[in-house]
């Protein structure tokens, strides 16, 4: 990084912290405005919304007052329309169960032998041209009414966005009414923003100190994993040694949809500490790994869309190409689920052994099938030997009130407890526990289905008071094996085999396999 | 244009012809290369195919070996391709049926009431979850399975380019051979283009002398209406009183996709001499009107999909904008099914005027129901008095004769002869004729679907050989009024109505409407 003398104003600027909390900054504040006597009401959003589905070619007027009006409903208002959408907007089913008995006929009589270009006979042309018409109508039927207005307002300036904030409206009223057809528009919806998001349309840019403020304010804004704290931290983020590629899409420009960091470092970092503040940073032409520690989304309303894979796969490509020394490409990655699972678990051994001292001996069989030991014998000694006051209560009763608070980090004596015990049930949790056959961890999920490994857990990694919380001060490498990548994204996807490098056995037995 | 000494050398390079033959210069060679003995059968390419198709999630290096297989096929190897790929990926009929048969259970047990989000009953949820399910996979296996391959391509590196040549060689093969099942591929592969090339996904790109040579060689390459006959015809084409907009798709860098030229000039251009050839132009400051005097499309692939209509809207939408001057948007275009409507109009009734001749008086009645007098009696005058061998023959004969020839635009007494009955014919020809409700020429069709009106039509608006021979040297220019282009292109599109401008009522009737 060139340095100069920098006018001691300036430096303040430089310095000023730039969130207002900068322990949970949060995403930018809601889209949702205040209520403005001016603004129209639900019901003539609705009213556009109509016309823009029942002229034979969506009027662009319709549906540009349609996204005004929508942006400037309120809550309440929004939902009104989302709920419209899916009542009056539904999948013509009148039509398709026609459609299917047509349909059901044809390929009785004759349809059986299809599909058969190369051995088509003569004549039976006409019945398999008459299948195919067929279900392309079917396929259209079974659309419901409000696709047309969907591709429609799509195709509409600034209409993706409107779009993503639709869904962001949506999810957020599935959280609280999980309606079948709510849910058919989410599915649908999202279907369609990955395909008009298909990494095809998506433009890979280097962001940099040269790029303009309105662009890296959204970095800042967005930046979810490791809130950057002023412009020094900003500039150092994009400076020597840095980089940082964002995904753009023509529809939202000067926006990107998602973001990464890459710091250019000697080898895999174990702590964010030496990421974020270390000084000065590795000359470039001794880095030989790739770091990749943050990746944000900017549009709540992509949730579920991994943009990230393909994003990761064209960093990982441009940096092979460019930078021949650079033969790691890791992560240093938050384990966000990690103390909550925990937590959840302890609650739940702890409710368990009251039961069974209520119950007496009677029930003993029944409710100890769900007992397990979380803590090893020695593990419990320490943390036992740790504490002060032990009142009587268990290991894992003392270990839930340690990890309620965030002060154990500054007992030496606490820490040298807990390390032991935390690392191995952090490896546990990465690797062993699933939801529907995957990670429960949502980024060890996200890495493993990209086909990355998990390299190494490191103690002590994140001192922030979001990492205490979320994982204990713990963080992960991943490692992406360019020569693995596609099979150990395949074999994850099929069985949820979670592929990891041998410094996790002595933390866990290795699974059979 | 500032002006500056130019070196000798550099303008001969300057003026030397860009095609070898400026007559028809038609698009770049095709991409088919020559076989190869290094390059792979057709049969390992269906390997690469079948691996694409196969695998949990497409592999992306199957899908690469496939692409680049593909691209060194000869025509014949690629049609085994294309055969392959309907036969072997066809829809699941079966599953269909299946799925099918489950539906109509279902909407038949308890699904009539649906939709019914606000009215639907507690309880009721399992079987409108159900029925929504249903819904979502029947649509997909209402997919080809060829499906999942075009969609992996698209989101591969270079797979839209391939798509589109993929299209193409379609489109070549069902010349010849118009199956159900090819053309089934043709309409799903067509209906994914429409998706991906949303003009949500295209950018707005002036192309300027400031442009890479790799790119300005492609404008001269793809130019289909004006060929460019040298630098100083482009580089002029790009400077003051000209713009040219290219439309570019992420995946597709440095070649436009479709572009279109425009002239600013005092008043709209009635020839296209003026506009490629007088000097100097009208200061931009002066101009009244944009003149969009040629539209290419630069992918046969994408032939169909109207990306012109979204150019078009945006290039008005961008000078209306930037330049308040400007008020009127017209074309002047080529009108490239003229004379073969003309020709083979003339040919049918030189035909049943021989048959009649054969047949005597018995059949007469039969056969004029289809005789029409294409000439006016004092156009048959002037034709006969214009012509110095008239040999017996009738009128329209003759007519035929002179324009089989591009020779008459040199005779003054033939061109001036010819001037009356060819204009009424043409405002007959744009205005009446039609092919499934819509205009038979296929630049109208074009301009009137995007809401243009038929403004005027100009005699020897074009004297190349080209202009005489496809329209007999007439051009015509449509407006675009920004107050009625939604109106027009709802009214053409429903009902098949032309607008026309007061100006064509000289030679025809306006019509009831």
């Given at each position: ?28 504040p ?6 403005d ?13 109509q016309?823009?589905?029942s ?31 899916v ?11 026609d ?9 009785a ?45 799509n ?57 303009p403020?309105s ?17 020094i931290?900003?500039?150092r983020?994009?400076?020597?040694g ?23 470092l ?8 030496e ?54 490409f ?9 103390m909550?699972?925990?937590?959840s ?13 209520q119950?007496?001996n ?8 769900f ?22 209560k ?32 952090c ?13 429960l ?65 002595q ?7």
């Amino acid at each position: 990084m060139t340095r100069y003398q920098t006018p001691k104003s300036l430096a303040v600027l430089l310095r000023a912290r730039m969130h207002p909390d900068l322990v949970a900054p949060g995403p930018p504040p809601s889209p949702v405005p205040a209520p403005d006597p001016a603004t129209p009401s639900a019901a003539s959003v609705r009213h556009w919304l109509q016309a823009s589905v029942s002229a034979a070619s969506p009027a662009s007027a319709a549906l540009d007052r349609f996204s005004n009006g929508y942006r400037s409903l309120d809550r309440g208002g929004r939902r009104e329309i989302l709920r419209s959408l899916v009542a009056d907007y539904d999948v013509p089913r009148a039509r398709v169960r026609d459609l299917m008995r047509q349909y059901m006929s044809v390929a009785a009589a004759g349809g059986e032998e299809l599909p058969g270009v190369a051995g088509e006979e003569e004549g039976s042309g006409g019945s398999a041209s008459a299948l195919y018409r067929m279900e392309r109508g079917l396929r259209e039927a079974l659309r419901p009414k409000y696709a047309v207005f969907l591709e429609a307002m799509n195709a509409q300036p600034g209409g993706l966005k409107l779009l993503a904030i639709i869904r962001a409206d949506l999810l957020g009223l599935l959280g609280e009414d999980n309606s079948p057809a709510l849910r058919a528009l989410d599915g649908y919806l999202k279907e369609k923003l990955v395909t008009w998001l298909s990494p095809a349309a998506l433009t890979l840019h280097q962001i940099t100190w040269d790029d303009p403020a309105s662009l890296l304010e959204k970095i800042v804004a967005y930046e979810a994993v490791h809130p950057i704290r002023n412009l020094i931290d900003l500039k150092r983020r994009l400076g020597v040694g840095r980089r940082c590629f964002g995904y753009f899409h023509p529809a939202i420009p000067g926006e990107p949809l998602i973001f990464i960091e890459v710091a250019l470092l000697k080898d895999t970092a174990t702590s964010i500490q030496e990421v974020l503040w270390d000084d000065p940073p590795t000359p470039e032409c001794e880095a030989r790994c790739a770091l990749f520690y943050s990746i944000s989304s900017t549009q709540p309303g992509l949730s579920g869309i991994n943009l990230g894979k393909f994003l990761l796969k064209r960093v990982i490509d441009m940096l092979t190409r460019d930078m021949s020394s650079v033969q790691i490409f890791a992560t240093l990655s938050p384990i966000p689920g990690f103390m909550q699972w925990l937590l959840s678990k302890l609650a739940y051994q702890i409710k368990l052994a009251e039961v069974e001292l209520q119950d007496g001996n009677l029930s003993e069989g029944a409710s100890s099938t769900f007992r397990e030991s979380i803590l090893l014998p020695e593990e419990e000694r320490m943390i036992h030997d740790a504490v002060e006051q032990v009142d009587g209560k268990s290991e894992i009763e003392l270990l839930q009130d340690i990890l309620k608070s965030s002060q154990w980090v500054k007992s030496d004596k606490l820490s040298a407890a807990l390390k032991s015990p935390l690392l191995r049930l952090c490896a546990r949790y990465l690797t062993r526990e699933k939801k529907r056959g995957k990670a429960l961890d949502s980024v060890a999920n996200f890495h493993l289905q990209n086909g990355a490994m998990i390299e190494r857990i490191n103690w002590m990694a994140d001192q922030s008071e979001k990492g205490i919380q979320q994982s204990g001060g713990i963080m992960v490498n991943y490692v992406y094996r360019l020569e693995n990548i596609e099979e150990y994204a395949l074999s994850y996807l099929g069985t949820g085999l979670v592929h990891t490098s041998p410094s996790l056995f002595q933390y866990i037995e290795p699974m059979d396999t």
